[in-house]
Each structure stands twice: as C-alpha cells, then as structure tokens.
C-alpha cells in the first residue's frame, strides 16, 4: 500500500524572495532601528531635489531683480527655428513678461515669419554719402544695441569707412625708396588714392561731407551663401526663407566661430553685460531682431526685422537725409531695388568669394 501523499505548499508562498529586505549583516541591529530600502531612499531624494528646486524658484519669484525671475523653461527651451507654433508663442510670451518688468515698460517680443515670394534686398549709392553716420546712430537706438563708455560696451552694427581721395601724381615717380629709383617703394605709396587709413573707422569731423573725402558704409551683407552659416557649431544663426541672417541669443554659446568666418567684419560679440538705459529702450522687439541681448552672445544686423517685416523700411533706410539708401523686394520687378539693378553702375563688396551678398553698392 503506498503511502499517502502530504499535499504541497502554496507554491508562491514558498518561494523565496529574489531581493530581500536585508542584507546580512555581521553586526545585528540595535532594539528599535529601522531599515530603508533602496525605493524608499530614492523617494526620499527626489522629494528632497523637488523641494528644493521648489524653494529655489520661491526665492527667485521673490527676488527684486528681474534677471532673478527667469522662468527655468527659457534655459532649456529648444532652437526657436525647431519649436511648434505653440512652443514659439510660450517663448516670446516668458520674454515680454521678463523684458517688462526689467525695463518697466510693456515690451513686445514679436514673431513674424518671412512672408512668402520676398527676398530682401538693399542698395547703397556711394557717391551721395556724406559720412553723417545718422544710419549708425538710428540703428543703435532702434535695435537695443549697448551704448556704454568702457571697453566691449559699446557696439554699432554700421561702420562707416572714411576713404580719403587722391591721385597718382607724375612728379612722384622716381621720389621712392631707393631713391631716384623707384623699385622697392613707389613714390605716391604714401598718397591717399581711395586707401583707409589708421583711425578712418571712427571720425569726429566738424563738418561732413569733408573735402576729398570718399564714404563707404559697410554692415550684413545678408550673403546667400553666409560663411557664418557653415561654420556655427550649434546652428544658432542661419538663413531665413527671405534671405536675412539671423540669430537665436538663446542657442548661441559664444564661441565667435561666425566672426571669424564673416569676411565684412559684420558681427559684434557682446564681452560684458550690455549697457540699455530703461528709457532708451525700443520696446518694439522681434525674437530674432531687435530683443534685448545677453552677455557671452554675438549679434549684428538683420534689416530690422520688427519693422521691415511688417511693411516699413529699416531705419537707416528712414534717417538717411540724402536718400543714399534703398531697400526693397529683389522678387519684384518693380522695387527700388530691382531697378537700381537694372539701370544703375552696381558692384558687390568681396565678390570673388562668392559669399553672393544682398547688399549692393552703386553709383550714377
């Protein structure tokens, strides 16, 4: 007769646990001391890091200084051009909240887009300037550039050179070194003949225009083919569907690759916290113009976005008092642009390296 058969255990009750509770120790525990398990620790530590993080964004709401309210999605918001429509409109509305409160003004952050069939162009006629340099002084006030007194502080986008006018005169040509010569060193070397002299990039003159004095302002030249494009890192510039270079301030890392890459000297980097003055302050921005900057990022010129974006002109275009500059649609036939294109004596700055720029300099 076989034996009867003890019926099994609840499987799942015997089987033992794969991680236990505790470790064996060498050393028992002490009456009344409590373990932790490893979830438990974590938990701990996360309320511990929320709670601080919590505290830490109390402390700035409250904090008196404006820069201090920074809402931490602007650090870790992604490139403005890869946002959703959605995650754009939050962007600019966190910077008109910020920007208000810091220039205690009500500040628009706008963010039109190119509109379609509209390519930009701009022309300059060389022989009208007069050097006043109002096209220098506009820009900076229009587009929040800073204005202080130290060195870095102060930044233009608009240089305009000052070429003094001369000729290549018969009398000096055996005056060179060696002399009677005239081999090493030609005797008009040392005449002005259309050269930029030492300290020609920043004049004080009594009056202007100066007697034979050529002037040729230089800015972006909003290149087709940008050389800044190609080389930033992170692609915090690049080329918008009308043609204009533009920044994103808050993906730039400072790196200052474009300025080197940039063959017009176009670019400014901002070396310290820029100097805005609250009620010189444009409130009339544009995310990827005009907005206020910060220190470590590099900025230039981008035909005033704000305003040629909804259908004004630039506003060097505006100030100019001889009517020098013109601005318009290279798509239209019939713009100021297109038809000094197509009628007036045009050149481009640096042509050969077919940087193809969009600023054209002419002359009747």
């Given amino acids: 007769m076989a034996p009867k058969k003890t019926p099994l255990a609840d499987p799942v009750k015997e089987q033992p646990s794969e991680c236990p ?5 060498a050393e028992p525990l002490a009456p009344g001391k409590t373990t932790t398990s490893r979830r438990d620790f974590l938990k701990a530590g996360g309320m511990l890091s929320l709670s601080s993080l919590m505290g830490a964004g109390a402390l700035m709401a409250q904090s008196d200084e404006a820069r201090a309210a920074i809402e931490w999605a602007e650090h870790f918001q992604g490139n403005y051009r890869l946002m959703t429509p959605k995650e754009k409109a939050e962007a600019r509305a966190r910077l008109e909240k910020r920007y208000s409160a810091e220039y205690g003004k009500k500040v628009t952050v706008d963010g039109t887009e190119a509109q379609p069939n509209v390519l930009m162009g701009y022309a300059l006629n060389v022989r009208k300037c007069i050097g006043c340099r109002r096209c220098v002084k506009a820009c900076v006030a229009e587009n929040n550039q800073s204005r202080g007194k130290e060195a870095g502080q102060n930044i233009e986008w608009i240089q305009v ?4 006018r001369g000729e290549f005169s018969k009398e000096k040509m055996n005056q060179g070194y060696p002399e009677g010569l005239g081999i090493q060193v030609g005797g008009n070397a040392y005449s002005p003949a259309g050269t930029v002299l030492e300290g020609q990039y920043f004049y004080e003159p009594a009056a202007v225009p100066e007697k034979d004095a050529t002037y040729m302002p230089i800015a972006c030249m909003q290149c087709e083919k940008p050389p ?3 080389v930033c890192p992170v692609r915090t510039t690049y080329r ?3 043609g204009v270079v533009v920044i994103d301030y808050n993906w730039c890392i400072g790196c200052r690759m474009c300025m080197g890459a ?15 003055p609250k009620e010189e302050m444009n409130p009339v921005t ?12 590099v900025e230039k010129c981008h035909w005033c976005l704000q305003r040629t974006r909804q259908g004004r002109y630039p506003a060097c275009v505006e100030v100019c008092p001889v009517g020098a500059r013109k601005f318009g649609n290279l798509l239209d036939p019939e713009s100021e642009v297109s038809l000094i ?10 042509a050969d390296l077919n940087t193809f720029p969009k600023f054209f300099y002419f002359y009747d």
């Fill in 240 to 242: 918008e569907p009308d």
């Fill in 286 to 297: 544009h995310y990827l113009g005009n907005r206020p900057r910060m220190r470590g990022v």
């Fill in 21 to 25: 509770a505790q470790a064996a120790s």
């Fill in 262 to 276: 940039c063959p017009y000297w176009a670019r400014r980097f901002n070396l310290t916290t820029p100097v805005l």
């Fill in 341 to 350: 294109l197509a009628r007036k004596n045009v050149f481009r700055l640096k």
């Fill in 228 to 230: 800044c494009v190609k």
């Fill in 161 to 164: 050179l000052k070429m003094e």
